[in-house]
Nanobody, 115 residues
Framework: QVQLVESGGGLVQPGGSLRLSCVASGTSAMRSMGWYRQAPGKQRELVAYIDNRDMTTVVDSVQGLFTISRDGAKNTIYLQMAMMKPAATAVYSC??????????WGQGTQVPLST
């Protein structure tokens, strides 16, 4: 079992920055954790992920703007978002893949951009 709790969402001005956090708890060892987002009227898409060796992958659309990091001692991953554009408006969800092959999701946190 894994529980994921996201925080840090909220209204952002275009061009602004925001940092999301996701705390993992439970008894399963993690293989990787990451962030997905779902914009209004669109399918959920991968944003970034980090594995248990701290290797990171960020999708091309936010490369150089978004950074994913991990604090292993706190079982927490972060998504630092900079120079945010209106297209970044979405519900951002944390996900975790365990060594056992399971996949878990957080509830999601809303990140609306002001117009």
């Amino acid at each position: 079992q894994v529980q994921l709790v996201e925080s840090g969402g909220g209204l952002v001005q275009p061009g602004g920055s925001l940092r999301l956090s996701c705390v993992a708890s439970g008894t399963s060892a993690m293989r990787s954790m990451g962030w997905y987002r779902q914009a209004p009227g669109k399918q959920r898409e991968l944003v970034a992920y980090i594995d248990n060796r701290d290797m990171t992958t960020v999708v091309d659309s936010v490369q150089g703007l978004f950074t994913i990091s991990r604090d292993g001692a706190k079982n927490t991953i972060y998504l630092q978002m900079a120079m945010m554009k209106p297209a970044a408006t979405a519900v951002y969800s944390c996900a975790a893949a365990t060594l056992a092959g399971d996949y878990w999701w957080g509830q999601g946190t809303q990140v609306p951009l002001s117009t």
